[in-house]
């Protein structure tokens, strides 16, 4: 049965919005939620939700507000982190989800993190790709200007940047950039899509067929929400004191990752701190994965993922 056979999509209503949920399986063996990144979307977790459904979960991959097929928030309303959590506890309300595993990817691992904190009476276990948990602020002071993470801070100059271009060819970039083990920095005379051209190939594992759902999704969102959450939002969350999680955790790394170079990010996974917050944590590595590790390779993800449910079986009520 192909994959568009066995996901099911659907709008839902929450706070305000239509929110657009994909889903798979019946779920006898409980809930699964994904949530994707920047510049991902529900589709970025095809391969994980037909491996959950078919070991008997429910699999739910949302497009937060503003991305793919999801309402757009009002151009007015200023973008807060918490509406992230506060969508993410109306989607499983309104499924009638009482509790699931989470799974988060990039800047989507964030919210699956302090939701799990918050709220333990929701979360069966969480499992995170490309970000590790840290309760305390990145700084990337010493990074270079043309640091991505800086350049797109700045309101205006990605937007600037992003219009250049078609929306197919801005997310073919993205997909170069972030899948290669170096940090994108730009020179002072160019911008982050500079960095590659149509002749930089495609990663082997990304087809373009990939490329024009992707693009199809974006047409329909745009960049103007996704720049601003995560890159203006993420870093005025409110952090959690003393936060400890209560559930298992499960973080699985490429290692040819990117994020690996940035400031902190190794130690925290490497010199135990996480170990710290998370006393039932589990790190697993991906050889040569890369930032879109779930995308690359997926039936090494899938094994990781399916492994870490049947070692977490939630009870089945009586």
Known sequence: MDMERQIEHRHIPIRGLN???????????????????????????????????AAGYRAVAPDWRGYGLSDQPPVEEEVSYDDLLDDLLGILDALSVPKAFLVGKDFGAVPAYDFALRRPDRVCG?????????????????????????????PGRAEADFDRYDVKRVVRTIYILFSSSEIPIAKEDQ????????????????????????????????????????????????????????????????????????????????????????????????????????????????????????DHPVPVPA
């Open 191 to 310: 911008e982050i899509t500079d960095l590659a051209d149509l002749s930089t190939p495609l990663p082997e594992w990304f087809s373009e067929k990939d490329l024009a759902v992707y693009a199809s999704l974006y047409e329909k969102s745009g960049f103007r929400y996704p720049l601003k959450m995560p890159y203006r939002s993420l870093h005025k969350r409110h952090t959690i004191e003393d936060p400890k999680f209560q559930v298992p955790v499960f973080v699985v790394m490429g290692e040819k990752d990117y994020v690996y170079k940035l400031p902190g990010f190794a130690s925290v996974l490497k010199d135990g701190v996480m170990g710290m917050f998370a006393p039932d944590l589990k790190i697993a590595y991906v050889p040569e994965g890369s930032h879109f590790v779930q995308e690359q390779f997926p039936d090494k993800v899938n094994e990781l993922l399916v492994g870490f449910l049947k």
């Open 126 to 154: 969480v499992m995170c790709l490309g970000i590790p948990f840290s309760p305390f602020t990145s700084s990337f002071t010493t990074m270079p200007e043309g640091f991505y993470m800086s350049r797109w801070l700045e």
């Open 19 to 53: 929110l657009h949920v994909a889903q798979a399986g019946k779920g006898d063996k409980g809930a699964v939620v994904f949530l994707h990144g920047f510049p991902e979307i529900w589709y970025s977790w095809r391969h994980q939700m037909l491996a959950v459904a």
